[in-house]
């Protein structure tokens, strides 16, 4: 393995998630899996968007190819970023240049980070403590991006590209399916950082799809929808739905045929379970909830 020279200038802390990559054989594959993204959408393309950089192992290989906007949450590493990499500067070859954000990624708005033109590349080696939030927040921010190339825990990989009615698939499945498509390109093994993680990584990009929720209650709706029928898991789903129902107060009996016709389009019972049902089904039940939800609050008035 050929590693990199600055893997012992940081002293890694572990609320921050900080492996390090260190092999320059999986940098190289990265940066070009990279390159490659940038071409998915070039007419769009402004720069790259990089999370957590670090001390820069990555941020080096995406600079030979684009301009790079970077946010870090380690002041630590921000300033061990401005002594080693050439911040701003626009002479290079290809043109490309480095700003830095020291910031929580999951505070911030992509406007707040990123130029305004017109859409950019996210990349990162994610830190493991907040990838579940973080794909969230790329869901929610999708619109900003042209796509995104993320090393991530190989669990989350397998579960944000399980297909339905697995054991992997789950809550943020569905979420990110609708948005996205997941494309796993390779693994990469704990020796490949420093300090060395318990677990295997993998390396994933994610090419957007034509969805956006129509206005942020829907959105609302669906996350309360595949959090509660996903932590109620083991369940038939009539069970799960019936206590969301009473969650969301709305009367079950009464609307259960609507609710079975729902899940038959989708070619799931009520005597089935929640993986069962695709990322679709869960937003037409969320849209139903909507619905059902707006027709209570006129009915008492309150529009
Ligand atoms: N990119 C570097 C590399 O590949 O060696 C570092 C990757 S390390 C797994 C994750 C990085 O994300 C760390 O530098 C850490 O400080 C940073 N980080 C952790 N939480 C963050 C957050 N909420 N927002 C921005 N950066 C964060």
Redesign the pocket.
């Known amino acids: 393995m050929r590693t990199t020279r600055s893997a012992s200038s940081l002293q890694a802390r572990r609320s ?6 260190v092999d320059t054989d999986i940098l190289d594959r990265m940066e070009s899996e990279v390159q490659q993204a940038l071409t998915w959408s070039p007419q769009e393309q402004a720069a790259v968007l990089e ?5 820069g ?2 941020t080096e290989r995406v600079l030979k190819v684009s301009s790079v906007v970077a ?4 002041p630590r ?1 921000v300033a061990y970023l401005k002594e080693h990499l050439a911040i701003g500067d626009t002479t290079s070859s290809v043109g490309t240049s480095l700003t830095l954000h020291e ?4 505070q911030c708005k992509p406007d707040e980070l990123l130029p305004e033109a017109p859409k950019h590349l996210c990349v ?4 493991y403590n ?1 990838s579940s939030d973080f794909l969230i927040w790329f869901c929610n921010h999708k619109d900003a991006f042209t796509g995104g190339v993320f090393l991530l825990q190989k669990e989350v990989v397998e579960r944000i590209a399980s297909p339905v009615g697995t054991k992997a698939y789950g809550r943020i499945t569905a979420l990110v399916s609708l948005h996205f498509d997941v494309f796993p390109l390779f693994d990469v093994p704990p020796q490949a950082f420093r300090p060395i993680p318990k677990v295997m990584s993998s390396f994933a990009a994610l090419r957007p799809k034509r969805f956006s929720f129509a206005n942020e209650t829907l959105r609302k709706t669906f996350e309360k929808t595949t959090a509660a029928l996903f932590s109620q898991r083991r369940k038939m789903l009539r069970k799960s739905l019936q206590h969301l129902f009473k969650v969301m107060n709305i009367p079950y009996a009464e609307n259960e045929s609507a609710v079975e016709q729902l899940l038959q389009k989708h070619g799931v019972s009520l005597t089935d379970r929640s993986e069962s049902l695709s990322p679709q089904g869960f937003l037409d039940l969320a849209e139903m909830f909507h619905n059902m939800s707006q027709t209570k609050t006129k009915g008492r008035g309150h529009l």
């Open positions: 921050l998630g900080q492996n390090f990559l999370i957590g950089p670090g001390m192992a990555l946010v870090e949450k380690d590493a910031a929580d990624v999951l990162g080696n994610l830190p907040i």
